[in-house]
């Protein structure tokens, strides 16, 4: 477990975590929302693995991380329409749902065009990101009642043996984010999470 500071992230234990992800491992990291279990967007070995730990079936998506809005015009059809909106929102607690571009690798778009794409408002994931140059898998973290997980502590008994790295940034309160598809230029909520969605409504 590496104990990061949610404000300033200590670079050497940023690139320590990094290090893990670019060997294909599988990590827990804090977000704006909820804890979140990642790997390289490009590690098909990660990927396999997140799958496993989540017994989630291949045909449901996985969403990621990217860093900014430039970042995102790289996986992404972005229109100005959605550049105008998630300027406006991010980083922040929203997941927006746009056309994937050919970079997506086609494992976490089972038979779908588009994807889910994050800017979470927390410095951790976002030096993550930075340090790595590649998206990261966000999925949440959940125990097996189905509950999100925001006390390392009790992440630790759940995941310590089953995932390669825990990175603890405090305790979160964990709430999903907010999930705004806007393909075509058109807004459809999904998910009324926490980030505020009165703007669309």
Do not use: W
């Not at 940023?14 to 977000?31: F, H, N, R």
């Not at 929203?94 to 410095?123: C, W």
Request: overall charge neutral; aromatic content about 6%.
């Amino acid at each position: 477990m590496l104990s990061i500071h949610n404000q300033n992230p200590q670079m050497r234990l940023i690139k320590k975590a990094v290090e893990i992800l670019q060997e294909d491992g599988v990590i827990i990291y804090p977000t704006d929302t909820v804890y979140g279990l990642g790997c390289d967007l490009f590690s098909k070995k990660g990927i396999e693995k997140i799958y496993e730990i989540k017994r989630r079936d291949k045909k449901q998506q996985l969403s990621f991380v990217c860093s900014d809005l430039k970042h995102i015009s790289q996986y992404a059809k972005v229109t100005d329409y959605a550049y105008k909106t998630m300027r406006r929102l991010l980083p922040g607690p929203y997941t927006f749902v746009l056309e994937a571009s050919r970079l997506v690798p086609k494992i976490i778009l089972p038979k779908r065009s588009t994807t889910g794409i994050r800017v979470p408002a927390n410095e951790i994931c976002l030096s993550l990101v930075r340090e790595l140059g590649h998206p990261i898998i966000s999925t949440s973290v959940k125990n097996a009642a189905g509950e999100d997980l925001g006390n390392p502590a009790a992440i630790k008994e759940c995941f310590g043996r089953t995932v390669d790295e825990i990175i603890d940034g405090g305790i979160i309160n964990p709430e999903p984010s907010s999930v705004i598809s806007l393909v075509d230029d058109e807004i459809e909520i999904i998910r009324i999470g926490k980030g505020d969605v009165s703007a669309f409504l």
